[in-house]
């Protein structure tokens, strides 16, 4: 009977929190809460629904093990998770909290098509395309004008074919 390792697994799982130790708090943070990781200057401010932490730190660290998750990293100082995201509007990506980042253009951009790619890895998805209406009111089609079109296109059809 083959042994199991519970060590590889502990090694090859991925992380569920995150540590963080500063000069006056300790605090274990879920990863799944986490909305935005940016960094000021040499502090780091990791910002969830309910809470912000901040403390003295990289975003490389954290951006290891934040790997092969929804988090997405449009410029050098930001981390957003994709997650949490509930639109990106003109300016701004919003989540889902009511907080809100501004991203320049190109940032923006490459967030956008991030975003999308996130999308469609999570079907059930409907690509909705802008349909052009003339009219005011759209009704219902008339079976009977319908029966009358095909017989009379049947009529054109059978006045072309005749020897003249």
Excluded at 25 to 37: L, M, P, S
Excluded at 67 to 82: G, H, M, Q
Excluded at 134 to 153: D, F, Q
């Amino acid at each position: 009977m083959q042994k199991y390792d519970y060590q590889r697994k502990r090694r090859t799982a991925l992380p569920e929190y995150i540590s963080v130790i500063s000069a006056n708090k300790c605090a274990k943070i879920k990863i799944d809460d986490i909305e935005v990781i940016e960094q000021e200057g040499r502090k780091v401010h990791i910002i969830t629904a309910a809470k912000d932490f901040s403390f003295y730190g990289g975003l490389d660290t954290l951006a290891m093990s934040l790997a092969e998750r929804a988090f997405y990293r449009p410029i050098k100082r930001l981390i957003i998770n994709l997650d949490h995201v509930s639109d990106i509007s003109k300016y701004s990506v919003n989540f889902q909290s009511g907080q809100s980042v501004a991203l320049g253009k190109n940032a923006l951009l490459s967030t956008r098509r991030a975003y999308k790619r996130y999308l469609l890895r999570y079907p059930p998805y409907t690509i909705w395309e802008p349909m052009e209406l003339s009219g005011a009111a759209v009704s219902e089609p008339n079976i009977e004008e319908e029966k009358s079109l095909a017989n009379g296109n049947q009529a054109v059809k059978n006045e072309e074919n005749l020897p003249s």
